[in-house]
């Protein structure tokens, strides 16, 4: 079965950093993504990782480590617009094309 | 290029009732994935079509059922609804499956 397992809830300040840890356990593996996703609105893309290493895109970064089955997602320089539920999902391979998500970390930024 | 487009964003139904939800993908992807996300279960995989087959299905039962047409449309439909089917229900499509999945806004489902 596929296992997907990230913090809860966070909470962080304005102008700080914060990382989100994703560990995941599936059969086969096939590229892991990061979605943001604010209170009543659909999840939208941030970042995709397929190989070892860091992704930088402006503010947020990703990281991947395929051999410990680990994925963070650093936040720089916190914004309060960067309150949000953050999801982790992770594309299994053989074949199966069916995008499995964690239950998502809820950011929460205070001034 | 617009997005991802949903119709109806928000719906009452009734036990009992069936309901069917249209999703509309970015032009030119053609693979389609829904979800249904609920506060207690999160993100959960419903199905997944591409080139009008459906190629994975997730662990719903077969209530819940989702087509795809030759212009990459595609529905869902939910028969004899439940209460604990009240969700939001998003689609999302990608050039094709293996590719990032990009959201509609959900058609928010309220059965009473």
């Known amino acids: 079965g596929q296992n997907i397992d990230q913090p809860t809830e966070m909470t962080a300040t304005e102008g700080a950093i914060v990382q989100i840890n994703c560990t995941y356990q599936?059969?086969?593996?096939?590229?892991l993504f990061w979605y943001q996703q604010h209170a009543g609105e659909a999840p939208t893309f941030l970042s995709y990782?397929?190989?070892?290493g860091l992704e930088e895109k402006g503010r947020f970064s990703s990281f991947l480590s395929r051999s410990k089955g680990y994925s963070y997602l650093l936040l720089k320089e916190l914004q309060m617009k960067d309150s949000a539920s953050y999801l982790c999902?992770?594309?299994?391979?053989?074949?199966?094309?069916?995008?499995?998500f964690g239950k998502g970390t809820k950011l929460s930024v205070i001034p | 290029k617009a997005g991802v487009t949903q119709t109806p964003r928000y719906l009452i139904k009734t036990r009992g009732q069936q309901v069917t939800l249209s999703c509309s993908p970015i032009?030119?992807?053609?693979?389609v994935s829904w979800y249904q996300q609920t506060p207690g279960q999160g993100l959960q995989f419903l199905f997944e079509?591409?080139?009008?087959?459906?190629?994975n299905k997730g662990n719903f039962p077969g209530r819940f059922s989702g087509r795809q047409f030759s212009n990459s449309r595609s529905e869902m439909n939910v028969s004899t609804l439940e209460l604990g089917d009240s969700a939001l229900y998003l689609c999302?499509?990608?050039?094709?499956?293996?590719?990032?999945?990009?959201f509609g806004p959900g058609t928010r489902l309220l059965v009473l």
């Open positions: 999302a499509s990608s050039t094709t499956p293996q590719e990032t999945q990009y």
């Open positions: 599936t059969s086969g593996f096939n590229g």
């Open positions: 990782n397929v190989l070892d």
């Open positions: 999902a992770v594309l299994p391979g053989a074949g199966s094309y069916q995008l499995t």
């Open positions: 032009s030119g992807h053609r693979s």
């Open positions: 079509y591409f080139s009008e087959t459906q190629r």
